[in-house]
């Protein structure tokens, strides 16, 4: 399966390993991160291989430069083994990742490193995460010996030569600020100013398209993570401007404006993820704001928590910004893309309340988006519920207000490749935490089951009510539309006792290829988040559910579109008959969906052929589609208006 990875019995082996929160000082915290990534390293050293990521192979570019910084950081490894050894483990794994750069003469990537050892291809991206690293080690590893920290700082000379080089590339939108943070890194330990100068140049350019253009990636709590640390290592090299500090001020707000109180998870849908942020509810955010004392340590820290660590900036301006107040909705809009823009979103909605979020989006779905996330402030082992697509290329359009969300997604390709399936996976919680489950109104006898079309399947959890009625699936002008289909599954993911809830909502269930992918398949789920305190029982919440009037239609019609004539000819044809042939003929496929629960009426309209998302109303409001970019982040006390006009006035 692509989208689920497990995470192996590295994290059993330590699950016992917590750090104790309400540390003092920013320096013991660094401290207690160090010591906690190193023991996590002791358990899944994997000699000069490496270190073992989340996906079992020897990780290059994370795991093996935090243990080996980490080491060298401390001093003495968790297990109590003497200096001496640990610098030595540290040396021999800091030679072997040297050899994983490729140094071969007129290659294209000669410079950067792969991220993982093994079937990976050297990268910008693992480079640029690794050099912060690489460059702390030639400037803070004097227990090396001498000849290590002389092939260290020509691998950083030959690496940074690269990543000068090579611009970030526009498809990877989290890049940009990491090849800052590693140009500034490096070029501060091999004492080059341009390093520096490109970095500003890197964040001013990052800035200005982000106040003018929006993010076109949607959130990303890895990703906001990462590039809130490449900041802070920029200002480490002690160098600071304005608009390194908007850029900072930018992601933080964001951050903390959806993190879930009582679970320490980021809220909200996901453009771009990590395994860890919707299995575990996040991982490298955890780390973060740890570090800066906004939240409790995580029950466990890898070593990937080092690019934090390692770095001795914290912003304390940040720091004391504080959310508004609970219960809060966030809305999120992107500007309409480039046609040839795949990864846009066009909308995000985040409900948060004390006990629960719930998060969606709209746009395009990427190969590791979560378009839909729920968070539970009392689960905070595991504290998400979410939904993910997979079968291929996919646009999801969503409408949300409040507790209650409706999420449709069109296949565009279905029957084709690897996974000639096309389905949304729902995973709804282990199964220590799933107090009981119905199907309709009918107890759910835990072995897998098919759920019909227009069916409620309601689940008790930690003190919530998570309530799923599947709506419209398969071939979107299919004329079978019968109680009777059952596009859903219901079943444990396994016998294990941590085995996750699953809900599979098929848009094409056959398991056979087609000779021609089938566009505009659809599968689709509503649905209703609320404290159990809200109903008698789980059973009429989920009667409830079921009554609610939900219609969708779906409508084919054709659009003669009149062609496109050079203009010295067009004025003298414009009165001449035409012939059809010289028409083209667009077609539209469009969706409407409405939804109504006593005072509560949702209304959607799409187009499913352009991907274009025509209306969204709530409550008979219409709600704005798509940018100029809006954001709570642009109403921040710090005025957004005056860091654009300084950028331009800079420009000129």
């Known amino acids: 399966m692509r989208h689920f990875i497990r995470f192996i019995a590295l994290a059993a082996l330590l699950a016992g390993l917590t750090v104790s929160a309400g540390a003092a000082t920013f320096s013991e915290r660094q401290d207690q991160i160090t010591q906690a990534a190193l023991a996590y390293g002791e358990e899944s050293y994997f000699g000069p291989l490496g270190i073992a990521a989340i996906s079992v192979l020897p990780d290059v570019a994370v795991f093996t430069p935090g243990y080996i910084v980490a080491a060298l950081r401390s001093g003495q490894s968790m297990a109590g083994a003497p200096a001496s050894e640990s610098v030595e483990r540290a040396n021999s794994m800091l030679k072997d990742l040297l050899l994983c750069q490729d140094r071969q003469a007129g290659s294209q990537t000669r410079g950067l490193f792969p991220p993982v050892r093994y079937n990976s291809a050297p990268s910008l991206s693992a480079t640029c995460r690794l050099l912060p690293l690489l460059a702390w080690i030639v400037q803070h590893g004097q227990t090396l010996p001498e000849n290590t920290l002389a092939q260290t700082r020509s691998g950083l000379e030959v690496a940074y030569t690269a990543v000068k080089a090579k611009p970030a590339p526009p498809d990877q939108p989290f890049l940009p600020l990491l090849r800052a943070a590693a140009l500034a890194t490096a070029g501060s330990a091999l004492g080059d100013p341009e390093g520096l100068n490109l970095a ?48 900072q001020r930018l992601l933080y707000t964001d951050l903390v404006q959806r993190l879930q109180p009582g679970s320490g998870a980021v809220a909200g849908a996901a453009a771009e993820v990590e395994p860890a942020d919707y299995a575990q509810g996040g991982e490298l955010h955890r780390y973060l704001l740890h570090l800066w004392d906004v939240t409790p340590a995580p029950a466990m820290i890898r070593p990937s928590a080092m690019y934090f660590a390692a770095c001795d900036h914290v912003p304390e301006e940040l720091v004391s910004t504080t959310p508004s107040p609970l219960p809060r909705t966030l809305a999120t809009l992107g500007k309409e893309p480039d046609p040839k823009q795949t990864t846009a979103v066009l ?10 979020s719930l998060g969606t989006m709209s746009g395009a779905l990427g190969p590791w988006a979560v378009p839909l996330m729920i968070t539970l402030a009392e689960s905070p082992a595991r504290p998400t519920a979410y939904f993910f697509a997979d079968g291929g290329p996919a646009r999801v359009t969503s409408l949300q207000h409040g507790n209650v969300a409706a999420v449709s997604v069109n296949f565009l390709a279905a029957g084709s490749g690897s996974t000639p399936q096309a389905f949304l996976r729902g995973l709804l919680g282990p199964r220590r935490e799933i107090k009981q489950v119905l199907v309709g109104s009918t107890p759910w006898p835990e072995q897998p089951a098919a759920v019909a079309q227009g069916s409620v399947v309601a689940v008790e959890r930690g003190g919530l009510f998570l309530g799923f009625r599947l709506m419209l699936c398969g071939p979107a002008l299919s004329t079978v539309r019968t109680e009777a289909a059952k596009p859903g599954v219901l079943q444990w993911q396994s016998e294990d006792p941590e085995a996750e809830l699953e809900l599979l909502i098929y848009a094409r269930k056959q398991n056979y290829a087609l000779p021609r992918p089938q566009a505009h398949l659809l599968a689709g789920v509503l649905v209703k988040v609320e404290p159990a305190t809200a109903y008698p029982s789980l ?40 012939m059809r042939s010289e028409y083209t003929v667009v077609p539209h496929l469009y969706h409407d969906l409405n939804y109504e629960a006593g005072e509560l009426a949702l209304h959607l309209h799409e187009d499913l052929v352009s991907g274009k ?3 969204l109303e709530a409550q008979g409001t219409p709600l704005a589609v798509a940018g100029p970019w809006e954001s709570p982040l642009l109403s921040l006390p710090w005025d957004a208006r005056r860091a654009r006009a300084s950028l331009t006035a800079g420009a000129q």
């Not at 409508?555 to 067009?570: C, G, I, N």
């Open 539 to 578: 059973t009429e919440f989920s009667r409830a559910m079921a009554a609610a009037s939900l219609r969708q239609t779906v409508s084919l019609s054709r659009e003669l579109v009149k062609p496109q004539e050079d203009p010295a000819t067009a004025v003298l044809r414009q009165n001449e008959p035409r």
């Open 200 to 247: 500003q140049r890197q964040v001013r350019d990052w800035l200005s398209r982000t106040l003018s253009l929006g993010c076109f990636a949607g959130h990303s709590p890895s990703g906001e993570a990462l590039q809130l640390g490449a900041l802070d290592w920029i200002a480490a090299t002690g160098e600071t401007f304005p608009e390194l500090q908007a850029a």
């Open 613 to 615: 998302l025509l209306a």
């Open 347 to 356: 909308r995000t909605d985040t409900y948060m309340t004390e006990l629960f």
